[in-house]
């Protein structure tokens, strides 16, 4: 496995890992069930993913990706400030696009700045753009 993959598999994990997050630190503050069971899917099918980039990582012999605290914190601190006077169901499913349109934005950015990506790595990075992708048009219906 080249640099260029190692990189592109571990934004795919970093990604992934702060769209679980966030679905974890705002699924409680949803009222509307329907809304509540999109962010499971979701969040299910993100940890597909992450864990198809780590397996990819491991069995190439590298470190898979590990999140920091500082990290995790904002992400958390981001979304409390966020929902702290409005926990609409619009309004959560609008910051849940703006976060989904960030990762989409790393992710080719990560593929246009590695170049030499195995075709492998990217058609991943492009499986998790698509996920984002669908994920927003499901979320528009809330807006």
């Not at 899917?41 to 990706?65: C, F, G, T, W």
């Not at 790393?106 to 984002?132: D, G, P, Q, R």
């Amino acid at each position: 496995m080249n640099k260029a993959d190692e990189q592109v598999y571990k934004d795919i994990q970093k990604n992934t890992e702060m769209g679980m997050k966030a679905i974890d630190a705002i699924r409680d503050k949803c009222a509307d069930e329907d809304f509540v069971f999109l962010l499971t899917k979701q969040n299910a099918e993100y940890h597909k993913l992450y864990n198809k980039a780590e397996n990819k990582l491991i069995d190439a012999k590298v470190e898979p990706y590990r999140g920091n605290a500082v990290d995790n914190f904002l992400l958390k601190m981001g979304i409390h400030v966020n929902t702290l006077l409005n926990t609409s169901t619009s309004h959560i499913a609008e910051i849940m696009i703006r976060e989904r349109n960030t990762g989409v934005t790393k992710l080719w950015k990560s593929l246009n700045h590695n170049s030499m990506v195995a075709a492998e790595a990217a058609e991943m990075a492009k499986e998790f753009i698509h996920l984002e992708e669908d994920g927003i048009e499901a979320l528009k219906k809330y807006l």
